[in-house]
């Protein structure tokens, strides 16, 4: 692939201290350089290396990493509109409206569940975000929980085995056998095909001691836990998390002082999830309490058919600065560098050089604008891996100097 100067950037957030002022490494006045799909170079235009091939002219515009979406639910069938409705007449949310997506999903073709699923990542993709995390979870049985990964694993490499989503209507009577089920032979058959293991800990879905024994059977397993925890009420979930050495504990609307101090304290990012506080309309966590703490924070989307179907960032990250108490620039790091430490990744998240090229063009001047222009369309471009991947059909700035060799 022919190395590509991104010139004109107005402002480069690189996620690289070394590279420019603040967590946010900000570079203003800044250039890029992809080679072979990754970062070669990035820094102050007036120092970019002079041998690229092509160049595109980014206007004046903002550009930050793509975002990494370290929490999703992408393989299911149908929707829960009435649900949603009914919600904002005043009905609670409950753990018990997964029930509705898993009959509907394990009546699905492969087919449908794939074409829904790609929608939602090319949703996901025109938004800004080049990473997603993917979880089963709404098969629960042992075919349905194997087919799911297999999807998922289609679309992501970042693949989650959630068995323990919620217990199905078969084995209302009896959680302990179900959990058995999930820990024994569903783990078994879907080990292979999943990169972590996360269980839903909290009121009407697994209790501590259920929630222990799948992450651990995971881990004998080679998988490495995330955990749902804290969204309906205070429970286990951060903590067994914190103990387990998971990567990540998500939701945490419900936090303990304890909590807080295991989670600035361990390995393990605390995830948030305001869009399903919004979607649930339910107070949101407080990413404040957490960031003064010395936790690492990430943001994302939760995207899933009850309680939060979007797969868009931006929003997020409005919500979180609004509603959340993050400043702008913490808000851009937690859903981009906030979502690669949530996977454990390191070649995505930044603009250091070796990183993929997965970067954004903002119709903006700035990354704050992503706050202050709360559902403006702003993802004017986005790369993947050093290829223009949505938005290629819009102008940027003088399109006549857009791709022409950087030395013409
Ligand atoms: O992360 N909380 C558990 N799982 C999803 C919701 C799933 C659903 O309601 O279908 C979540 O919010
Ligand atoms: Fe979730």
Redesign the pocket.
Known sequence: MASVLIDGIGSLVTNDPALGDGPLGLVEDAALVVEDGRVAWAGPRGRAPGHAEERFDAGGLAVVPGFVDSHA?LVFAGDRTEEFAARMTGRPYS?G??RT?VAATREASDDTLRANLARLVAEALRSGTTTVECKSGYGLTVEDETRSLRLAAEATGEVTFLGA?VVPPEYAGDPDAYTDLVRGPMLDACAPHARWIDV?C?RGAFDGDQTRAVLTAGLERGLVPRV?AG?LGPGPGVRIAVELGAASAD?LTHLTDDDVTALASGDTVATL?PG?EFSTRSPYPDARRLIDAGATVALAA?C?????YTTNIPFCVALAVREMRMTPAEAVWAATMGGAKALRRRDVGHLGPGAWADFVLLDAPSHVHLAYRPGVPLVRRVWRRGRLVAGGDRPVGPEASAARPARA
């Open positions: 639910h753990a409206g997964i997506t989503h839903f909290d749902h969204q939701h999830l399903a939760d899933n058919p009850g309680s939060s």
